[in-house]
């Protein structure tokens, strides 16, 4: 293990370059290795160019080469001609780049040498791990021989005692063979004389009970039928799924909060006071007294920094009572729905009759990381929460973009198939708004910070089709289809839905606006996330005995144009039945609210006796979809 490697000027001990590792330990070190550095070329004149020597519980090798000095700090058990020969390899990089080290300098002039080092740290890490294997090895299977050896002694002595005891058993075994012949003749007597005396008596019995004898047999025999018929009933009976009784689910509200631009007009407003709002003004919708509201369970994905519990804040704060539970669902961007799926379960099987459920996401107000540990001679790293829990493969550790940037080469999907469904996503989301179709869902909000009234979202507002069509891709400079005009944008927004079962709406007078029929989850590989939801979509429609052709409308959420394309030429989809009024493309992404978002709106969308599907992807691989009938005149 090298664990810290520096590059210095001999003539006044100036670092140059040089790689620090993470380990926590090691920070100590780093203050001992310089002034042990600048000993070593102050008498470098009387001391050999090539060296190593102890430094604690580490070894300190060196190599000079006329103005410049290579050094690096190793564990005790290092081979050290796999560590000079690190240091050549190092030697000659520096060399190459030609750098100007005489004249006057800064510390740390050649930063950018820096990943070079590590590379090659990063070589001969693994050489040494593959000798230390070796020598492992060759130690383990030491160690097996001798276990071996000792076990092979052991069952030889086993052996020669089991012998002595096999002979002695043979010896005994001659004299119960002698009395067993006596025993078998006097029970072959026994036996003739037992015979005799059950043909007496069964003679005896048949002369004199004739009749009674008859009537049991009779009776047994139909106790005995009777028997087998309830056996038969108990090895034949099974229990049908089908015949069990689950309460329908009804949507009997839906609202959200306008969608914000990422560090836009919700910047100042936390994402539990977002959903506090929504709940509340989804019970107010309909006229519904907060205390019969049985639980809320809300969506969130970036947790960090919102405090404990909060679905519970948002509850309280939309002043639902203290009694009433609540959770938090974590399933990234399908969190929204799978609140959602959550609800209709407890709603099916009558554990709860009114739920609220939904999503809530400030993506503006998301922290930085930074890991909780001595920061090291440096600095330390700050990692983006957004990045790190939202948007980053946890496998591959790679953008959730470069997955999609897969998707569209598998399934031959260009950057002008993408720009063109973005552009239709956008005209549709405007038209929408124009015609007041988002007005029946959307609840103003009004900013705390400067008293506005917020009530329009804004991505659908900034559209410009000419700058779409010339923006560098994201995440293949060169090659790639993606950009921030074709996928969804960071937002900040709130969805909230009111959940009840039927008996609850027929004792309370309420209007549904759909009926929840089935839900489903599904996954593939997390690399292939942006087709999952294909498989939700298919196991959805084969439970149900359901075509594609049955379902009037779709909502499929656009976390990249990509994933709405794969999809829907893989299940072979009429584009036209798809997101009518757009979708996160020209709305945003809120990632904890997306799924109630869609849910939400195809449930407005539905006239009465219509089937919808809402299917959304969801990192790691996962998907989530919901099947709805409509139930409005």
Request: aromatic share 8%.
């Amino acid at each position: 293990m090298f664990y810290i490697t520096l590059i210095a000027r001999s003539r006044d001990a100036l670092p140059l370059a040089s790689y620090i590792s993470d380990d926590d330990n090691i920070g100590n070190e780093l203050s001992k290795l310089d002034k042990q550095m600048k000993a070593l070329l102050r008498n470098s004149a009387n001391r050999a160019n090539v060296g190593c020597y102890r430094s604690g519980d580490h070894l300190f090798y060196y190599k000079i080469f006329g103005n410049v000095a290579y050094l690096t700090l190793t564990d005790t058990d290092s081979q050290s001609n796999l560590v000079f020969e690190y240091l050549n390899v190092i030697k000659t990089r520096f060399t190459n780049c030609d750098f100007q080290i005489d004249g006057p300098l800064r510390p740390y002039s050649f930063l950018e040498f820096d990943s070079q080092i590590q590379d090659i740290r990063q070589d001969y890490i693994k050489k040494c791990g593959n000798v230390s294997n070796t020598k492992s090895n060759l130690s383990q299977v030491y160690v097996e021989l001798n276990e071996v050896t000792n076990i092979t002694a052991k069952n030889i002595e086993d052996v020669l005692r089991r012998g002595e005891g096999i002979h002695d058993l043979d010896r005994r075994a001659e004299a119960i063979s002698m009395f067993s012949g006596k025993f078998k003749d006097l029970s072959t007597d026994l036996n003739r004389r037992a015979s005799c005396i059950k043909i007496f008596v069964l003679i005896v019995v048949a002369i004199l009970f004739s009749n009674k004898i008859c009537l049991c047999s009779l009776m047994t025999f139909r106790s005995f039928t009777t028997y087998r018929n309830f056996h038969s009933t108990k090895i034949y009976y099974t229990h049908n799924k089908n015949n069990m009784k689950f309460s329908k689910v009804y949507i009997t509200s839906y609202v959200r909060t306008p969608i914000k631009s990422f560090q836009g007009g919700f910047n100042t407003i936390e994402s539990t006071k977002l959903g506090a709002i929504v709940i509340n003004a989804a019970l107010k919708k309909i006229d519904m007294n907060p205390s019969v509201v049985d639980e809320v369970i809300m969506g969130n994905v970036l947790q960090a920094s919102c405090g404990q519990a909060p679905a519970r804040q948002a509850a309280l704060g939309a002043g639902l009572p203290s009694t009433v539970p609540c959770t938090t669902v974590n399933k990234v961007c399908a969190s929204g729905m799978k609140s959602i799926m959550f609800a209709t379960q407890s709603l099916m099987l009558s554990h709860q009759q009114c739920i609220v459920a939904g999503g809530m996401e400030s993506m503006s107000r998301a922290p930085f990381y930074l890991k909780r540990s001595k920061i090291p001679y440096g600095g330390g790293k700050i990692e983006d929460s957004i990045v790190k829990d939202g948007l980053t493969d946890a496998y591959k550790l790679t953008h959730m973009g470069v997955c999609a940037e897969k998707t569209a080469k598998e399934y031959s999907i260009t950057r002008q198939d993408q720009d063109n469904y973005a552009e239709q996503s956008y005209i549709r989301a405007s038209t929408a708004s124009t015609q007041g179709i988002f007005q029946k869902e959307i609840v103003p909000v009004i900013n705390s910070f400067d008293k506005s009234t917020i009530y329009q979202d804004d991505e659908y507002t900034k559209f410009n089709p000419e700058k779409m069509r010339n923006l560098r891709p994201v995440f293949d400079r060169d090659n790639g289809t993606i950009t921030t005009a074709n996928a969804s944008s960071l937002n900040d927004g709130a969805a909230a839905l009111v959940l009840a079962s039927e008996n609850f709406i027929n004792s309370g007078n309420l209007s549904p606006i759909a009926e929840i029929v089935d839900f489903c989850d599904a996954a593939t590989d997390p690399v292939d996330f942006a087709i999952a939801p294909v498989f939700a979509i298919e196991k959805l429609l084969k439970e149900n005995n359901l075509k594609k052709e049955d379902i009037t409308l779709w909502e499929i959420n656009e976390a990249f144009s990509v994933v709405v394309l794969a999809i829907t030429k893989k299940l072979n989809l009429d584009l036209t039945k798809v997101n009518i009024h757009g979708g996160a493309v020209s709305l945003g992404h809120p990632i904890g609210i997306s799924g109630s978002r869609i849910t939400g709106h195809l449930a407005l969308q539905l006239k009465k006796g219509e089937f919808g599907i809402a299917a959304i992807c969801n990192g790691g691989g996962g998907s989530s979809a919901i099947l709805l009938k409509g139930v409005n005149v």
